[in-house]
């Protein structure tokens, strides 16, 4: 049997040998940025992106990126201008949207254990803030009579179901985030009788998930919950954010997520919604799908050495800056990401090497024995799929080494 390998990276060009970032070479690119590791993300890669999803979304469908996936002021800004709300999670994020064009209204803020300073900010800023616990909607109620102004708000729900599947599950069963959708009719109530106008709910089940079926259902299963709470409570829902949970393919084995069907039984699952509340606004939320495969990390090798007949590539980046990669964020069983060497693209000699960092710690790998391209000191490892949970996910402080740098290409 053959082994499993990485999904076709189609996303970059190769020239003579090198791979290329938005039409410039890596190893001239490397020269320009000045110093390694460090992170770059292709503009074109993430318009394409974005259109290749509205082209299969139904046209009424809103489209929102979620500033965790990468906050990086340069990329947030670029998003901005083609997605029709930002996601944020903290007073960080939400500076860093604000800082964009983005009308407020549609900068939503989530999260579970806002403080009353980000309640407050957000507040000010006119942002949609999506509540997550009574307790939080009591202390958003104190400082907005406070200051006199009238709060937007969304409810955060956690759904009476799981997305199957997923990567990680973030709704269903007992969780910190939103509220058990079984305590929502009493909620809306109390913000009905505190005169907060409630515009709509919040769904979101989990992320990085590549099978079209659960995530079909799981949007099915979020609409009929919106409609049932909207039912119990008679709320005229504006706004309803359904998640998204799309994934990208990371690891051998894995394929690109289809998304046509998921589009198609979207706009068939909306239609009794769409009747019910013409003028609302559904969107899907998504930052991994967004950029993930926009982003690649670049290292340069600084040793070659063997140990015991196993090839070690010691790069001057790991975990550090790239958890995710190292197999340390979330993952059970590591491994690799898809890695290449991005200036000896189309070498013919390859072998099994082991790519690791600069850390004193075995958790410190890149890539464990993959059969790369033969490079020497001073060629470039990239690792692919980073554009999303990379350098802001990763534990920089870790070994007391310089942050990379970031650019957009
Ligand atoms: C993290 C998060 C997202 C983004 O998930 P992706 O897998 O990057 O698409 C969206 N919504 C909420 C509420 C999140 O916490």
Excluded at 59 to 80: E, R, T, W
Excluded at 196 to 206: L, P, R, Y
């Amino acid at each position: 049997m053959n082994k499993p390998s990485h999904a076709q990276q189609s996303t970059f060009t190769v020239s003579e040998n090198c791979l290329q970032i938005g039409g410039v070479a890596l190893t001239r690119l490397a020269q320009r940025v000045g110093s390694t590791p460090f992170y770059a993300y292709e503009r074109t890669a993430m318009t394409r992106r974005v259109q290749h999803v509205r082209q299969h979304l139904p046209a009424d469908v809103c489209l929102h990126y979620s500033v965790k996936a990468n906050p990086m002021p340069a990329v947030v800004q670029h998003m901005a201008g083609l997605v029709d709300g930002l996601d944020v999670a903290s007073a960080g994020e939400l500076r860093c949207a604000l800082d964009t064009s983005m009308p407020a209204r549609h900068i939503c803020f989530a999260g579970p254990g806002k403080t009353d300073a980000e309640l407050s900010q957000a507040l000010a800023a006119g942002a949609t803030i999506h509540i997550e616990s009574g307790g939080e909607l009591g202390r958003l109620d104190r400082i907005a009579q406070a200051s006199g102004i009238a709060p937007q708000v969304a409810l955060r729900v956690n759904p009476d179901f799981e997305l199957r599947s997923s990567g990680m599950k973030m709704g269903g069963g007992a969780k910190p985030f939103g509220i058990d959708a079984e305590q929502v009719p009493a909620l809306l109530q109390e913000i009905r009788a505190m005169g907060i106008a409630c515009t709509g709910f919040h769904i979101f089940c989990g992320s990085q998930n590549l099978h079209p079926a659960a995530l079909v259902e799981a949007h099915a299963d979020s609409i009929a919950l919106a409609q049932r709470l909207a039912d119990t409570a008679a709320l005229p829902v504006a706004t309803l954010n359904l998640g998204a949970g799309f994934g990208i393919p990371y690891f051998p084995g894995e394929q690109a997520l289809d998304i046509r069907p998921i589009g198609e039984a979207l706009d068939g699952a909306l239609t009794d919604w769409r009747r019910n509340f013409p003028a609302s606004r559904v969107a899907l939320e998504m930052g991994r799908y967004l950029v993930g495969e926009a982003g690649i990390y670049v290292a340069r090798i600084i040793d070659r050495k063997i140990s015991r007949g196993q090839v070690f590539l010691v790069t001057d980046g790991g975990m550090h800056h790239h958890l995710a990669a190292s197999g340390n964020f979330g993952q059970v069983i590591r491994k690799n990401y898809p890695v290449a060497i991005g200036n000896k693209m189309a070498a013919e000699q390859r072998e099994a090497v082991t790519v690791v960092g600069p850390l004193c710690t075995p958790l410190d790998i890149l890539a464990s024995e993959m059969e790369l391209a033969c490079a020497a000191v001073g060629d470039l490892v990239v690792v692919f799929q980073s554009g999303a949970y990379g350098l802001t996910a990763s534990p920089t402080e870790f070994l007391s080494h310089a942050a990379p740098l970031q650019v957009v290409v």
